[in-house]
Every structure is written in structure tokens, then in C-alpha cells.
């Protein structure tokens, strides 16, 4: 670890880190290279046993860097640790295999000044390995504070990202945020927990957050497991009902969360589906026809 710089330290860049090797120089590249230089970023390597801590020493002499290597303990726990360690007013996060513009912090930073904003969102460019398109999109800045608004804005809860966005610290702590340890698919309860205490939320135009995906080598991105999908299942299901107690309609689709899914040869022979509306469950033949619905 060391000497954080003396200047002023306007945002906290949190990266929990684990076995990227592979992507994670392009990750720290984007972010070293920031327009907005009055930053510490703060890598937690999470007990990576490839080449991840050597690329991080790397970048050690730059006197805005905080290092620290723990013992495996999942995402959740590293970007916790990551927040305590903050020092700056507003904090972002940001996935070691990802990137983001040049100018992203300085943008999201100078927008949440601006308008007093808990909660700063820039756009999604969703990166497979031979093409890519826009996840979320913003054309225009804006500024919500209407509840319903700022879900549609963020397409909550279809999009459940943490990484998008710079957020005030005070608005984390003073909340009592933590993310969620043990879990998969952390971000869905984080993000609704968030957005339904969120006063104020800004979203700027002109400027990206790559999110990859083909080549990326993350926990939830790989092979499926059966506390994978129970995991992002009770994720959907409490903060959907979280909304629901809010009094706050969403389009029809997001009523239905997956319970089950039956492949054959990684093929979706049979889905079944949890109606939270209706409280009814939903078959599905090939994620298409409908057989059974009570």
C-alpha cells in the first residue's frame, strides 16, 4: 500500500480484482488515464493466484493507488472493503475486466456536483467479442427525483448495474450500505436497495462504461450452478416485491422472474416462471409457448 496523495481527493475509484490477468492492465489503463486527476484508486486483489497482483504492482508508485491483497472472499467483500477505505466524498466502481472513457469520472463527478445527486449514471456499451451494442443509452442529461422516473431512467430492475455509476459516499454510509457477502448476482439487491433511497439521480450523455462479456472470466459469467440461479432468484424476487411495497408499477414483463430452467444440450427445453403479480407460476416450452399457467 502506498502514500495517498496530498491534493484534494474528489472520487474514490473502488476495483476488486480476481484472476484477470488478462484483461486487468486495460481495466487500470482506462483509469490512470482519467481527465480527472484528484483520485485514488483503490485495487483489492481478492486472492488471485494468476499474474493480477504483478500487473497491479505495477501501478503502485503512482501516489493515488492503494493496494492490498486479501484472502478470497468473493466481490462483495473486496468492494466492501474497498468503501471503508474511501476517502473521497463520492465513490465509483468499476469491474476489473471492464473499462470506461477517459472522461468518465470527471463527467459523472462534475454532474453530481452540479445537482446534488446521490446517485450519477452514464451510459452501457455491452463489448462481445465480435460486435456490441448500447445497454443503456443516454442522449441528454437529466435529472430525477421522482421514483418511478429514476427506475425507468436506470431500467431498473432489468438492469441491475453498480458499475455505471458514481455514487455519494455519505449517501452509502449514512444508509447503511453494504454489499450483500456470499451471494451471487450481489448488484440486484444493491441497486434496488440504492434506488429506492435515492433523493436525487443524474444521468449524463457522452460517455461509456464497457462492459464485456464473451472473453470475460467472471463467477457469474461462467459455467451455471444451481446457487447461481437460486441466488439471482431471490435477488429478483425481494427487490421486485421491495418495489411492489413501494406502491410503484413496472412494466408486466418484470412481474415474471426465472424460478427454474430445464436445457438439454445448453438448449431451454422448459422455463418456469414466478408471476409476482398474479402470485401465479408461468411454463414455459422453449421459453415461448405457453403450457401450464395457475
Known amino acids: 500500500m502506498t502514500n495517498r496523495t496530498n491534493k484534494e481527493i474528489k472520487v474514490s475509484v473502488?476495483?476488486?480484482?480476481?484472476?484477470?490477468?488478462?484483461?486487468?492492465?486495460?481495466?487500470?489503463?482506462?483509469?490512470?488515464?482519467?481527465?480527472?486527476?484528484?483520485?485514488?484508486?483503490?485495487?483489492?486483489?481478492?486472492?488471485?493466484?494468476?499474474?493480477?497482483?504483478?500487473?497491479?504492482?505495477?501501478?503502485?508508485?503512482?501516489?493515488?493507488?492503494?493496494?492490498?491483497?486479501?484472502?478470497?472472499?468473493?466481490?462483495?467483500?473486496?468492494?466492501?472493503?474497498?468503501?471503508?477505505?474511501?476517502?473521497?466524498?463520492?465513490?465509483?466502481?468499476?469491474?476489473?475486466?471492464?473499462?470506461?472513457?477517459?472522461?468518465?469520472?470527471?463527467?459523472?463527478?462534475?454532474?453530481?456536483?452540479?445537482?446534488?445527486?446521490?446517485?450519477?449514471?452514464?451510459?452501457?456499451?455491452?463489448?462481445?467479442?465480435?460486435?456490441?451494442?448500447?445497454?443503456?443509452?443516454?442522449?441528454?442529461?437529466?435529472?430525477?427525483?421522482?421514483k418511478k422516473e429514476q427506475i425507468d431512467a436506470i431500467k431498473f430492475p432489468d438492469q441491475c448495474y453498480v458499475w455505471n455509476k458514481l455514487y455519494k459516499k455519505n449517501f452509502l454510509t449514512e444508509n447503511g450500505f453494504q454489499f450483500e457477502k456470499g451471494v451471487y448476482y450481489e448488484d440486484i439487491k444493491a441497486m434496488g436497495y440504492l434506488i429506492l433511497r435515492c433523493s436525487k439521480l443524474a444521468v449524463v450523455p457522452d460517455i461509456n462504461y464497457y462492459y464485456m462479456v464473451n472473453d470475460r472470466q467472471s463467477v457469474v459469467k461462467g459455467p451455471k450452478t444451481q446457487k447461481k440461479e437460486t441466488d439471482r432468484y431471490n435477488n429478483q424476487k425481494e427487490v421486485i416485491k421491495w418495489v411492489m411495497e413501494e406502491g410503484i408499477k413496472l412494466p408486466e414483463s418484470e412481474y415474471l422472474i426465472k424460478k427454474k430452467e430445464i436445457t438439454f444440450f445448453n438448449i431451454p427445453i422448459l422455463k418456469i416462471k414466478e408471476d409476482l403479480k398474479r402470485n401465479k407460476t408461468l411454463y414455459l416450452l422453449f421459453n415461448v409457448i405457453p403450457v401450464w399457467y395457475f
Open 14 to 146: 473502488i476495483i476488486p480484482a480476481y484472476n484477470v490477468e488478462k484483461y486487468f492492465e486495460r481495466c487500470l489503463e482506462s483509469i490512470y488515464n482519467q481527465t480527472l486527476k484528484e483520485i485514488e484508486i483503490i485495487i483489492v486483489d481478492d486472492g488471485s493466484t494468476d499474474k493480477t497482483g504483478e500487473i497491479a504492482q505495477k501501478y503502485i508508485t503512482d501516489e493515488r493507488t492503494i493496494y492490498l491483497k486479501q484472502k478470497q472472499s468473493g466481490t462483495s467483500a473486496a468492494r466492501n472493503k474497498g468503501l471503508m477505505l474511501a476517502k473521497a466524498k463520492y465513490v465509483s466502481f468499476i469491474d476489473s475486466d471492464d473499462y470506461i472513457d477517459n472522461d468518465f469520472i470527471e463527467k459523472l463527478y462534475n454532474a453530481a456536483i452540479k445537482n446534488d445527486a446521490d446517485i450519477t449514471c452514464a451510459s452501457i456499451v455491452r463489448k462481445h467479442s465480435t460486435y456490441e451494442k448500447w445497454r443503456v443509452q443516454y442522449d441528454k442529461p437529466a435529472v430525477y427525483i421522482d
